[in-house]
């Protein structure tokens, strides 16, 4: 009886055991774009630290602050928004905690990418963002078809009527505005201005829709659209057009002569997230060289660490070398910080282009 006594306790004492090991596993919410968080790099991750299990919730900027102002910041223990959408949001909801630096490696971090994120989402001298992925949009051309494509308003050139493309997003107000001489980013400071701003651009996208075959909504319609040869110009990400110029190295994305806008996606810490210490180590863990090779295969944009290009795959490489020059690098246009109201006033925008082009 004591001998089985002593087995019961035993029998109790392993059960105890194993369930307090699998209620001590924590569970790291991540709140990302698509393919940020491909399922090899979560494996990697998980083997190095078996006591964290990864979540995923694949999301975009808009639906990410939604989510986080509908929860007051809680629900998700790392996000991923880009840069311009961290400073007007945490200044009027409060959904971000500041960083603590000293647990982040940023010495792997390229320097211009840093302290241009730092210098966008420093409140009160705290630091709520570090950067991730980077990329651009502009524009991409088939050359051997449309060999002088330089401006955002080429797309609207009478010689490629019916055979160009543009996304009906912002960034198509921004680059037109910067095409026709304006500066939409100087004018956020001044919203009167910048409305009279995005009443020309509207006009002038209007007055383009004969020369579009379409809008395109995502990445896999404008691929289809470039490499059918339907359209052989348009607006596009700059990742979309690298995949392309993989099947067919006539399709370059060429910077537009007033500049790519630049967007950088960022590392950021809900104010009510509950698992800090495992969100920083998967910060550490995907800035890592061998892991940012197989990050860049999946996203196809360049990371923040120095020497990102060289850890692309060769296609993707290959592909940027052919669109960027030095001098392209020195003219990017970081998307600036969005003010309140500003979104709204493009939205209106948008919805006005559309109307008036269906």
Request: proline letters at 5%; a negative charge.
């Amino acid at each position: 009886m004591k001998f089985l006594g002593s087995k019961l306790l035993a029998t109790a004492a392993v059960i105890i055991a194993v369930s307090t090991g699998a209620s001590s596993a924590e569970t790291l919410r991540l709140l990302t774009w698509g393919s940020y968080a491909p399922d090899e790099i979560i494996k990697l991750f998980e083997e190095k630290y078996p006591d964290i299990q990864v979540e995923v919730t694949f999301s975009n900027n808009e639906e990410m602050v939604a989510k986080l102002r509908a929860t007051g910041g809680a629900g998700f223990d790392l996000a991923q928004p880009s840069h311009d959408r961290i400073y007007a949001v945490q200044q009027e909801y409060g959904i971000y905690k500041p960083l603590d630096l000293t647990k982040i490696d940023t010495s792997v971090m390229e320097p211009k990418l840093l302290e241009g994120v730092k210098a966008n989402t420093t409140i009160d001298g705290q630091v709520y963002a570090v950067p991730h992925q980077w990329g651009t949009s502009g524009l991409m051309a088939d050359v051997s078809k449309v060999p002088d494509l330089k401006s955002w308003s080429d797309l609207c050139d009478p010689q490629y009527k019916g055979k160009t493309s543009m996304r009906l997003k912002r960034t198509i107000l921004l680059g037109t505005a910067f095409a026709m001489g304006e500066d939409p980013f100087a004018a956020y400071s001044d919203l009167d201005k910048y409305q009279t701003i995005l009443d020309k651009v509207a006009e002038k996208l209007i007055a383009c829709k004969d020369n579009l075959k379409t809008y395109w909504t995502g990445g896999d319609d404008l691929s289809n659209l470039m490499l059918s040869g339907e359209v052989v110009a348009s607006e596009t990400w700059d990742s979309t057009a690298y995949k392309l110029y993989a099947q067919n190295p006539n399709i370059h994305f060429i910077p537009p002569t007033t500049g790519a806008l630049a967007w950088i996606d960022t590392f950021t810490i809900p104010a009510k997230g509950e698992a800090d210490d495992a969100a920083y180590k998967w910060i550490n863990f995907v800035l890592q060289p061998e892991i940012v090779k197989l990050m860049s295969a999946s996203t196809g944009s360049q990371a923040s660490v120095k020497g990102a290009k060289d850890l692309l795959p060769e296609d993707k490489r290959a592909a940027v070398t052919a669109a960027f020059t030095d001098k392209d690098i020195d003219n990017l246009k970081f998307f600036a910080n969005i003010p309140p109201g500003v979104e709204d006033m493009e939205g209106k925008t948008l919805e006005k282009i559309k109307a008036a082009t269906e």
